[in-house]
């Protein structure tokens, strides 16, 4: 038979925490000037975290971002052979999206780094956006308007686990908790809120026992 995955149910108090105890670190290493989203787990961390980073940083507005990604959930026009092995992007930035990057400390927000698929498409792809808008500029204003866009990384949970894909090295990585490769029942995913945290009292009850 095979091994029951294990699940474990986090709450928003959880998730409001691990993010309230992550942002001063943030905060004095990178400065983000915008946060991008990736959607739909990122959208409730990123405004979380936005919050906090502004009592950081009271000077700064913050904008969020939001992009779409999909790797196992089923998305129109997406084949069965590529759920679960390929990153379909379902929303973006617009055709701004350079302009809006160009220059800028971008922080890309999840909930969760598993294989870092999703994670190492979205910077990549990001970065794109950001050379593609550098080429209109001037040649002698291109160098120094890429020096100063600088993407990080944050992810309520990182799963300790091989990854699939690689983050460029020296790229800011920041997590909110490094668990087990676990299945992590988020709050969002709820249908029965109450339910969902009794089930995390009793998942912490039994790691404790």
């Not at 997590?175 to 995390?200: C, K």
Request: proline share 5%; charged share 30%.
């Amino acid at each position: 038979m095979p091994e029951e995955v294990k699940h474990w149910h986090v709450t928003y108090n959880d998730i409001h925490n691990l993010i309230r105890r992550c942002t001063p670190k943030i905060s004095e290493e990178f400065n983000p000037d915008l946060l991008v989203a990736i959607g739909g787990g990122g959208f409730f961390p990123a405004r979380v975290m936005r919050t906090f980073l502004r009592e950081q940083t009271t000077n700064k507005t913050l904008q969020i971002q939001a992009i779409g990604l999909s790797l196992y959930e089923p998305v129109e026009g997406a084949t069965e052979e590529q759920i679960g092995q390929e990153v379909v992007r379902t929303q973006w930035l617009g055709i701004d999206a350079g302009k809006m990057l160009l220059g800028k400390r971008v922080l890309i927000v999840d909930e969760v780094d598993d294989t870092r698929k999703t994670l190492g498409y979205a910077l990549a792809e990001l970065k794109k956006d950001v050379e593609e808008e550098a080429l209109r500029h001037p040649e002698s204003e291109r160098g120094a308007l890429l020096a100063a866009t600088k993407f990080g990384i944050f992810v309520v949970h990182n799963k300790k686990k091989p990854k699939l894909s690689q983050l460029p090295t020296g790229t800011p990585y920041y997590s909110g908790e490094d668990v087990e490769d676990l299945w992590l029942d988020y709050p969002w995913e709820a249908t029965n809120i109450e339910e969902h945290d009794r089930l995390a009292a009793a998942d912490k009850s039994s790691a404790s026992a």
